[in-house]
Each structure stands twice: as C-alpha cells, then as structure tokens.
C-alpha cells in the first residue's frame, strides 16, 4: 500500500512542479509573512532595550503613534499580539494553499483523459485519494517546513517574542502544533477538496466549491490551531487526532465517489 501511494504522490509531485508560478507566489507569502513579523518583533524589541538601558520616554515615540504605549509592558503586550498574528496567518496560509492545490488533483486527470487509467490500474481508489492528496501539499508543506520553521526560531531570538514561549519552538507543544497539527488539518482539508474535485463536473464548478471550503476551513483551522498552543499537549494531540480521522472519513467516502464520475 505505501508504496503505490508514494508513486501515486510522486506522479502529483512532479505535476505540481510543473507549475512554478504558483510555487513562486507560495513561497513569496510564505517569506512576507515571516519577513514582517521578524521586522516588527525587531522593532519593538529594539525599543524596549532603549527603555530600558537609557530611561528616555522619547525612544518609544514610534509605538505612543500606533498605540499611545507609555512603557516596555506595553511594547511587549504588542509583541504577544505581532507573535499571535504570525502564528495565524502562518498556520492559515500553509492549510488555505493546500487545499487549494488539491482542489483540481483529480479533475485535472479527468480532463486530460488519464484518470480511467488510474482507476484501471491495481490500486485502491482510497490509495489513489491518498496519493493525490499527499503529492498535491507536497510543496506547500515543504515551503512551509521550511521558511516558517526559520521564521519562528528567529523571532525566538528576540526578548518581546520569548515572553510568550507557548507561541514558539522553545515549547514542545508548539512543534507538536506546528509539525503534525498543521500537516494534519492541511490534509484533512486537501481531502475535502480532493473529493470536490472528484465530483465536480467542471474547472468552475470545482473552484467554486473548493474556495467556499477554503475561507472557512483556514479561518477554522487556523483559530483552532492557535488556541491549541495554550490548551496543552493532550488537546493538541486530540486536535491531531480528530484532523486525522475526518481525512480518513473524506477519503472513504471520496473513493465510492471517484469511480463514478468517470464517465460523466
């Protein structure tokens, strides 16, 4: 099974690869987000040390603008929030683009006349959802492995940021969040959309669908993700573990759907 999954995901690999637009715009997001957010972090982190060292109310004139802050408690209040909304638009990112790949993984082989091969080949439709699935995030979750695990170990090295360990690699919970949260939702919702492209019977249609899914399943997944950062290991894993066995609903109920669409 593993390995007609990995060969299904590596054929949806090399397609996506085949796109290098769209992995240009992905990892420009990707870096913009993290970008920012470190700029910000600098910024106030910068002027709590000028607070702190020298005493003069006159260094934080640029945060009295934005928030009439009157002192370093409230520079670090701010950090807390930039931290959050890095963590957010991070996690909702990774989930939204996801989806988004996935949402023509099986329309497109039916379009290009390839998928009454794949079903005619000696694998499971459930192996085949799967591998789709997996080749279609493939990218997006490597980019995102990738730039946001750096972006966050550098905002760790700022003191505004580390105040709130939680919302950073420092914590155990927050790779288990980051690593197998993130990939977990990201597949969850990637088969959703995997199984609207199968039962869409057009480009339009399938768009429709799967950006309806999208707005709400990144919103959704990215907020609980995030609230999983404080609650505690045991509710990220059960967050895990519920991200899992939705997938492996969709994909069951995705794979008595993909045969019968073949010849519409």
């Known amino acids: 099974m593993i390995r007609r999954v990995w060969h299904?995901?590596?054929?949806?690999?090399?397609?996506?690869?085949?796109?290098?637009?769209?992995?240009?715009?992905?990892?420009?997001?990707?870096?913009?987000?993290?970008?920012?957010?470190v700029l910000v972090l600098a910024a106030l982190d910068w002027m709590v040390q000028m607070v702190q060292e020298f005493e003069r109310p006159d260094t934080i004139v640029i945060?009295?603008?934005?928030?009439?802050?009157?002192?370093?408690?409230?520079?670090?209040a701010i950090g807390e929030s930039t931290v959050t909304?890095?963590?957010?638009?991070?996690?909702?990112?990774?989930?939204g683009f996801g989806a988004v790949l996935s949402g023509h993984a099986?329309?497109?082989?039916?379009?290009?006349?390839?998928?009454?091969?794949?079903?005619l080949a000696p694998v499971r439709r459930s192996e085949l959802l799967l591998g789709k699935v997996l080749g279609a995030i493939s990218w997006a979750t490597l980019l995102y492995l990738l730039v946001f695990a750096c972006g966050a170990s550098l905002a760790s090295s700022f003191d505004v940021a580390r105040a709130h360990p939680q919302w950073l690699p420092v914590s155990v919970?927050?790779?288990?969040?980051?690593?197998?949260?993130a990939l977990a939702w990201a597949l969850f919702t990637g088969s959703v959309c995997t199984v609207i492209s199968a039962f869409a019977r057009d480009v339009r249609t399938a768009q429709q669908a799967v950006?309806?899914?999208?707005?709400f399943a990144t919103l959704g997944s990215g907020a609980l993700l995030?609230?999983?950062?404080?609650?505690?290991?045991?509710?990220?894993?059960?967050?895990v573990a519920l991200a899992l066995?939705?997938?492996?609903?969709?994909?069951?109920?995705?794979?008595?759907?993909?045969?019968?669409?073949?010849?519409?």
């Open 8 to 37: 299904i995901a590596r054929r949806e690999w090399l397609e996506q690869r085949r796109q290098p637009a769209m992995l240009t715009v992905i990892a420009t997001l990707y870096t913009l987000v993290t970008f920012l957010s």
């Open 63 to 76: 945060a009295q603008m934005l928030q009439a802050v009157e002192g370093p408690e409230e520079i670090v």
């Open 85 to 95: 909304l890095f963590t957010f638009l991070m996690f909702t990112q990774f989930v």
């Open 106 to 119: 099986v329309l497109h082989d039916r379009q290009c006349g390839t998928l009454t091969f794949l079903l």
């Open 173 to 181: 919970g927050w790779w288990v969040t980051f690593a197998l949260g």
């Open 211 to 215: 950006w309806f899914v999208v707005f």
């Open 226 to 239: 995030v609230g999983a950062l404080e609650a505690g290991l045991a509710m990220q894993l059960t967050i």
């Open 245 to 264: 066995c939705g997938a492996g609903s969709t994909l069951g109920v995705g794979s008595l759907i993909v045969g019968r669409t073949v010849d519409r």
